[in-house]
């Protein structure tokens, strides 16, 4: 009788869950592969075949724009983990108490305004007119402004400063579980400050490394204020495809066959980056 209310309890509990799921998540992409699968031939007259995804693979600036967000999103994602395991790192191991406390709530305050009003932030400092600009005239070190929107650059500087806290949690998370009796070991054993890194460190903290990439990757490469913000109408991000498609051009069927061709390629990256880490998404999500 108690196991029948328990797993009576649980469902309960779990169906709000299941139904967010399959209304707005497992409905939609059901939805939206049907289109996708949508051929035009008249008016209001559509075939079922795959003519959407072989405009894809015809047009040489969609699959460039593909590929270019894809390496893009990776390498945004790369230096989002340089930048933030030292900082977790740092948070973790080498802090204590309010000082912890305090740097931690630093890496949550830009999360207090939304992601536009913080692009816009660096949209006022990278503009000609901008801050840096201004500074780097004042210090004598240009001649004139510097233009420094509008590039791959500054695209990779908002990718990085959105993700930020989405890396460095995890890692904290997972460095303030490692005992450091461990890293005193190894420097009693003789090994040297990347020894230790290698040996112990970094094996401890994979899975919030891998966490940590899955969600920086995935934000990026479905970012698309950021890129359109940062480096204008020829930024060449797939998303602002895929929003003309829906937008502007109405297309329907081809924006969801973009959509779908972008889904599997996250997967893709994922199921790959899983298996060379060694890692099951399952441990990695827990940790």
Partial sequence: MKSDKSKLTFWLLLSPLILWLATLIILPHIGMFFVSLREKVGVREYETSFANYAVFFNEPLYWNTFARTAYMSIAATLLTLLIGFPIAYYIAKLTRGRTKTTLFLMCLI????????????????????????????????????VEMLYNDAAIMTGLVYTSMLFMVVPLVTTLDSLDDSLIEAGYDLGGTSFSILREIVIPHAMPGIVSGCIVVFMLSLGNYLTPILLGGKDSLWFTGLIYSQFITRFNWELGSAFGFLLLGLSSLIVFLGLKLSGQSLSKTMAR
């Fill in 110 to 145: 830009p999360f207090w305004v939304s992601e536009l009003v913080r692009t816009f932030g660096w949209m006022i400092l990278l503009r000609e007119t901008g801050v840096i600009s201004q500074v780097l005239q004042y210090a004598g070190l240009v001649n004139g402004p």
